[in-house]
């Protein structure tokens, strides 16, 4: 059982990652306005985070650059825009998405202001996965890789993944409850499978969890709990479908007094309940929690919200078929 | 550590109990129109529910009639217009808050559509609540009891609450997370105190749970993990405050071939929506997670809303003071 006097200290080892631009930037097509950046770049400088993902960095051979905010590209220039020569304690991020990243766009890290690449794959993309791993670690960045959708994998599959990041430059191996489908107490075993792998090879371990059936930060405080360092949040649970777990409680629940939840609630109210108002949607509903239940990608549900149904009954009926 | 085999696997032992009416008359005044409560009935049935709670049975001597929907007094009579003689496997259930009832307002269970009569007390009524369920019990009643605002109480208060309890005739005793301020590593133990002394007096335990830091529901299957039988939940979480743990969360993560979630989607699809277009206002927001963070009783927050302010971040020092 996990000691109550972890409720009250904490561990150094613990990252909190910001992800609100590049998981909440799937629901507004990443157009945030720069001043909107500018204010969550300085609130989590404030709050104490350590990591702030800016967006993907998406190929524009694969993407149409008109049709997107600049965020779904994060460009080193449009990085500097927001924080200049970073001279701040928050490390900045930015994800490769494996099948639709190039390369070529990542410069050395000499040049660049991101430390963080975050990898994104399948697990039949792991080969691919750490390719880019290790053209990132190569030109000097920190790297870390998502391994998705593991609730429509089988234990060995993942081990197979695991091992070939372990033996891979990553240094950090992300749990990612893609359909917001895992209980806390799979949660758990997940985490003692991935640390198993990690404490191997001397690799951290994430957990990035989505909100379909208001698991996300309990999700996420049980794998802290079972030793999971590296841990993802969005600001107001911004993010695709049913959102992550919030960095409001997140941080609430951390006891580093490094961390700091004012400035957090502050810009929630100064920036975030007017995108709210100007009709961005996101976060748990019915239809997010259907299916996150039966365990399925949340793209009818989220086909279901673009479309303002409330028929919840027939929606949940379809998804049996 | 807990067994993948339960998440599949169920126990015949776990009464689930709607307190829709109950909880979530607290936010519109027990002002429901009979057509929701024949309604709800109906979905509770259909749903195989296995109590259902229609509200308080407070006193007249206390609380004003005129001021209140009928479900604040829960008459004999009321009970008997929606469920006529109850020819189902329903059981129902009312509450009675000490200090606000009167013992002479139960007549003998032979009389009465009533199954449960559920007795709610803070730590330091527990003598009063004894005679309460000493007398439900002697009419023929089952009886539970809440121990309310625990997490204001100490270990050795409430193992002597829960000596009281057992030396009682109270059938189930009930954790309650009144401000929503418990995280589920404490709930573990918690749930571990009360188990132990069920078991040595031969009573259930139970838990009601509420959602101010998006944890009801991760409360309620973290203590049905360790052995809680009895399962209070919300439909769409309806409930004072941040609400409860949601009744469509719930039966979706229990296995018993018994439960059906679909008449649940339907009840809510049907008669709460609407309910929350008429300007019926609960559920999870900032103002909420700040009391539970702080482990406050949610009175401000609940003012806060009504004001329907949004200066999140002003509210949240004024709380520290």
Same mark, same amino acid.
């Given at each position: *059982?996990?000691?109550?006097?972890?409720?009250?200290?904490?561990?150094?080892?613990?990252?909190?990652?910001?992800?609100?631009?590049?998981?909440?930037?799937?629901?507004?097509?990443?157009?945030?306005?720069?001043?909107?950046?500018?204010?969550?770049y300085?609130?989590?400088?404030?709050?104490?985070i350590?990591?702030?993902?800016?967006?993907?960095?998406?190929? +524009?051979? /694969?993407?149409?650059?008109? +049709?997107?905010?600049?965020?779904?590209?994060?460009?080193?220039?449009?990085?500097? $825009?927001? %924080?200049?020569?970073?001279?701040?304690?928050?490390?900045?991020?930015?994800?490769?998405?494996?099948?639709?990243?190039?390369?070529d766009?990542?410069?050395?890290? /000499?040049?660049?202001? %991101?430390?963080? /690449?975050?990898?994104?794959?399948?697990?039949? $993309?792991?080969?691919?996965?750490?390719?880019?791993?290790?053209?990132?670690?190569?030109?000097?960045?920190?790297t870390?890789?998502? @391994?998705?959708?593991?609730?429509?994998?089988?234990?060995?599959?993942? +081990?197979?993944?695991?091992? *070939?990041?372990?033996? !891979?430059? %990553?240094?950090? @191996?992300?749990? /990612?409850?893609?359909?917001?489908?895992?209980?806390?107490?799979?949660?758990?075993?997940?985490?003692?499978?991935?640390? =198993?792998?990690?404490?191997?090879?001397?690799?951290?371990?994430?957990?990035?969890?989505?909100?379909?059936?208001?698991?996300?930060?309990?999700? #996420?405080?049980?794998?802290c709990?079972?030793?999971?360092?590296?841990?993802?949040?969005t600001?107001?649970?911004?993010?695709?479908?049913?959102?992550?777990c919030?960095?409001?409680?997140? @941080?609430?629940?951390? +006891?580093n007094?490094?961390?700091?939840?004012?400035?957090?609630?502050?810009?929630i109210?100064?920036?975030?309940? =007017?995108?709210?108002?100007?009709?961005? %949607?996101?976060?748990?509903?019915?239809?997010?929690?259907? #299916?996150?239940?039966?365990?399925?990608?949340?793209r009818?549900?989220?086909?279901? #919200?673009?479309?303002?149904?409330?028929?919840? !009954?027939e929606?949940?009926?379809?998804?049996?078929?």
């Amino acid at each position: *059982m996990k000691q109550i006097e972890n409720l009250l200290g904490f561990r150094e080892s613990i990252k909190v990652v910001d992800a609100t631009l590049r998981d909440g930037g799937l629901v507004n097509d990443f157009f945030f306005e720069d001043d909107f950046v500018n204010e969550l770049y300085k609130a989590n400088v404030r709050a104490g985070i350590d990591y702030m993902e800016f967006g993907y960095r998406a190929s +524009k051979k /694969v993407f149409d650059e008109s +049709k997107f905010g600049k965020w779904k590209f994060s460009s080193d220039e449009h990085i500097r $825009q927001i %924080v200049g020569e970073n001279n701040s304690d928050l490390k900045l991020a930015i994800m490769a998405d494996i099948g639709r990243h190039d390369k070529d766009d990542f410069d050395q890290k /000499v040049n660049s202001p %991101v430390d963080l /690449v975050r990898v994104a794959a399948y697990i039949q $993309q792991m080969p691919e996965a750490i390719d880019m791993v290790e053209d990132a670690a190569k030109k000097g960045y920190e790297t870390s890789c998502n @391994i998705m959708a593991i609730s429509h994998a089988n234990d060995n599959e993942i +081990k197979v993944a695991l091992d *070939m990041l372990g033996k !891979s430059p %990553v240094d950090v @191996i992300y749990i /990612v409850d893609s359909f917001g489908s895992i209980y806390p107490e799979q949660m758990t075993r997940i985490a003692d499978m991935y640390l =198993e792998f990690a404490a191997k090879y001397g690799k951290k371990v994430g957990v990035h969890a989505h909100n379909n059936q208001q698991l996300a930060f309990a999700n #996420t405080i049980e794998a802290c709990g079972d030793g999971v360092d590296w841990l993802d949040a969005t600001y107001l649970s911004m993010g695709r479908g049913a959102g992550n777990c919030a960095m409001e409680l997140l @941080i609430g629940f951390l +006891k580093n007094p490094k961390y700091n939840v004012y400035p957090i609630f502050r810009f929630i109210e100064e920036h975030m309940i =007017e995108l709210r108002k100007k009709g961005v %949607v996101w976060g748990y509903d019915l239809q997010y929690l259907m #299916t996150g239940l039966l365990n399925q990608h949340p793209r009818s549900a989220i086909q279901f #919200t673009k479309e303002k149904r409330t028929d919840y !009954s027939e929606f949940y009926k379809d998804l049996l078929i």
